[in-house]
Nanobody, 123 residues
Framework: VQLQASGGGLVQAGDSLTLSCAAS????????MGWFRQAPGAEREFVAA???????KYTSPVKGRFTISRDNAKNTVYLQMNSLESEDTAVYYC??????????????????WGQGTLVTVSS
């Protein structure tokens, strides 16, 4: 599976941005899709995930501000980010896994990764 993330950019605090991740080369609907991010000098961290069955989870700092969605017909997963904060500045990665849902927050279980897209939020 090949993943291509896009949509990053430079925005101001309070703005919105939508990231997209297009998949190819696999059966998209069979994968749990996740978004992770890595801020400068920090480890990569889980942001959100959307299972093949429709389950969704978010990391606490983004709950109520970010929305993950997927369009299986377009083989694409999205991350709508509202009320962006400077702490959201990071490279955002999409990833795909077939692991059990209970481990969907662990980056080690994701087999396929996109190249990352940079989101910079100025305060």
């Amino acid at each position: 599976v090949q993943l291509q993330a896009s949509g990053g950019g430079l925005v101001q605090a309070g703005d919105s941005l939508t990231l997209s991740c297009a998949a190819s080369g696999g059966t998209f609907r069979r994968y749990t899709m996740g978004w992770f991010r890595q801020a400068p000098g920090a480890e990569r961290e889980f942001v959100a995930a959307f299972s093949m069955f429709g389950d969704i989870k978010y990391t606490s700092p983004v709950k109520g501000r970010f929305t993950i969605s997927r369009d299986n017909a377009k083989n694409t997963v999205y991350l709508q980010m509202n009320s962006l904060e400077s702490e959201d500045t990071a490279v955002y990665y999409c990833a795909a896994t077939t692991t059990v849902w209970g481990r969907a927050t662990e980056d080690a279980v994701y087999r396929y990764w996109g190249q990352g897209t940079l989101v910079t939020v100025s305060s």
